[in-house]
């Protein structure tokens, strides 16, 4: 199965006959293999030129870029082989239509609310007292199906998150690594921190697997459809986000992997440094190849195989097929 390649280093990316090799500045040379790469994630200042693009694009690879400080900046999409008018004019359907939006709008965030509560029903169930979060939690979800337009329902669901994050500190009893509020631009301690940039990896993975289907990454539901580049994404990675980038964040601070050492302070915000990063992709890179049983399948399968499998059974939705049904945690 093809994966995923992270470069940290400065350096040039070039075609070398029929394979990707990386130049870096520290004297590093390495080949790409062609057959085993999904996509490449630069974090360094790395210069690309006309050929290399051409060869990525016929290969179908995607290109994701990160800034200094380790979060997404863009990504170089090649030319969709696998988009469709039909679906387009689909999306855009169900985008326009009110009700129809409001329908798959509502699925993300209920299917989001779902997972975060298999979340923390683990926890509790490790001897931390988390019912009353999961009560409140309970309370909101009930409203999801009562909203009327996407504004409302986005309050729902950032209430939901609000009270999700409060859970937060007893999960990792660390003062180092205190939530206190969510900040996001910057983040403002080491947790909103981490969160981030989990984040942006989700964004990024599921953007790779959307090029993989006929949907088109533009046209989302719950996140509005306007002069951002990516919207549908997102939409998806709500429901993701607590049980793949969350349940890393807490693997990796209970079991001491990441230190306040590996993190810096600039620019009025906290980030990780290199050799944070490196633990944290490290660790969501396993998280995406652990297979579970599939239920409807009958087969284990991996958390990236069920990205996959979540975008085709909207691609069903909107074609009328069935109504969709978000993923949802069985434990």
Do not use: C
């Not at 003062?175 to 969160?195: C, G, H, Q, V, Y």
């Amino acid at each position: 199965m093809k994966g995923s390649i992270f470069i940290f280093s400065n350096g040039d990316l070039k075609r070398k006959q029929n394979t990707i090799y990386f130049e870096g500045d520290k004297g590093i040379k390495k080949f790409i293999p062609i057959e085993n790469t999904n996509e490449l994630h630069l974090f360094g200042e790395v210069t690309i030129n006309k050929e290399i693009l051409e060869f990525l694009s016929k290969n179908e690879i995607v290109l994701h870029f990160y800034n200094y400080y380790g979060y997404y900046v863009g990504t170089y999409y090649p030319r969709e082989h696998y988009n469709s008018g039909f679906m387009i004019l689909k999306q855009a359907e169900n985008y326009i239509d009110r009700e129809k939006r409001l329908n798959l709008a509502k699925k993300f965030v209920f299917g989001a609310s779902e997972n975060i509560k298999k979340v923390l029903n683990y926890y509790n169930s490790r001897n931390i007292n988390l019912e009353q979060i999961i009560s409140k939690i309970d309370n909101l979800k009930e409203l999801i199906p009562l909203q009327n337009d996407i504004d409302q329902l986005m309050a729902i669901e950032g209430n939901i998150r609000e009270i999700y994050y409060n859970a937060f500190d007893y999960i990792v009893d660390d003062e180092n690594f205190s939530m206190d509020e969510r900040t996001k631009r910057p983040p403002k301690n080491r947790m909103n921190a981490l969160i981030s940039f989990g984040n942006s990896l989700l964004y990024t993975t599921i953007l790779s697997e959307i090029y993989k289907t006929h949907l088109d990454p533009r046209i989302g539901f719950l996140h509005a459809t306007n002069f951002r580049r990516f919207t549908l994404n997102l939409d998806v990675s709500e429901i993701f986000k607590p049980i793949l980038v969350d349940r890393v964040i807490f693997h990796i601070l209970n079991k001491g992997m990441i230190k306040p050492t590996d993190f810096d302070q600039k620019l009025g915000g906290l980030y990780l440094k290199e050799s944070g990063r490196k633990v944290f992709i490290e660790k969501f890179e396993e998280r995406l190849s652990t297979t579970i049983k599939h239920r409807k399948i009958g087969k284990d399968v991996s958390y990236r195989r069920l990205i996959r499998l979540e975008l085709y059974k909207i691609e069903k939705h909107l074609m009328g097929e069935y109504q969709y049904e978000p993923f949802v945690s069985e434990w």
